[in-house]
T-cell receptor, first 112, second 115 residues
Framework: AQSVTQLGSHVSVSEGALVLLRCNYS??????LFWYVQYPNQGLQLLLK??????LVKGINGFEAEFKKSETSFHLTKPSAHMSDAAEYFC??????????FGSGTRLQVQP | GAGVSQSPSNKVTEKGKDVELRCDPI?????LYWYRQSLGQGLEFLIY????????KSGLPSDRFSAERTGGSVSTLTIQRTQQEDSAVYLC?????????????FGQGTRLTVV
């Protein structure tokens, strides 16, 4: 079985502040992990993914995430938030056999 | 095509009617997925097609929901006797090969409203 928990359905940060979106997963096998972003009225776009290798993964738009097996976490960070980062962010896990399982999402607000 | 195409983009239907939602995946992608996104909810897995294998239907919420994929390409999600709780955005995605887990590309979705 696989599952994802995203802590915090809404996160608000000031422009220029650190962004931290939390994701914890459960998987019976070594997982593949993903972060997707959904801008208003748009489809989902892949931000970054972890499959194997380096545990710190860099994605688009300055985002990165670190796979921590001991903590079963894959938190998403960005050093300095921009207004254009306002969107909904989804963490997802795959055991490579079944479709992606998504978390419930975190809506990021960026205050000027 | 260049991306995953879904039609219609919006559908309003009366309670009790049947609806068909179409997904045209990226050419060459063997895996196709349907998800449902309800207001304030995450993405709920519905069904997954992989090549010629039997589809994984474990996410379909009731027997009113069915899907097919013809010729390993276009997929149709059918909802019979629609109910108000079926109102949601239905998202389709495709990927090259889920075994190696390349990126899943999503369509823009079909917003279904049951009145």
């Amino acid at each position: 079985a696989q599952s994802v928990t995203q802590l915090g359905s809404h996160v608000s940060v000031s422009e220029g502040a650190l962004v931290l979106l939390r994701c914890n997963y459960s998987s019976s096998v070594p997982p593949y992990l993903f972060w997707y972003v959904q801008y208003p009225n748009q489809g989902l776009q892949l931000l970054l993914k972890y499959t194997t290798g380096a545990t710190l993964v860099k994605g688009i738009n300055g985002f990165e995430a670190e796979f921590k097996k001991s903590e079963t976490s894959f938190h998403l960070t960005k050093p300095s938030a921009h207004m254009s980062d306002a969107a909904e962010y989804f963490c997802a896990v795959s055991d490579r056999k079944r479709a992606l399982t998504f978390g419930s999402g975190t809506r990021l607000q960026v205050q000027p | 095509g260049a991306g995953v195409s879904q039609s219609p983009s919006n559908k309003v239907t009366e309670k009790g009617k049947d609806v068909e939602l179409r997904c045209d995946p990226i050419s060459g992608h063997t895996a196709l997925y349907w998800y449902r996104q309800s207001l304030g909810q995450g993405l709920e897995f519905l069904i997954y097609f992989q090549g010629n294998s039997a589809p994984d239907k474990s996410g379909l919420p009731s027997d009113r929901f069915s899907a097919e994929r013809t010729g390993g390409s276009v997929s149709t999600l059918t909802i019979q006797r629609t109910q108000q709780e079926d109102s949601a955005v239905y998202l389709c995605a495709s990927s090259l090969d889920p075994g190696s887990y390349t990126e899943a590309f999503f369509g823009q979705g079909t917003r279904l409203t049951v009145v």
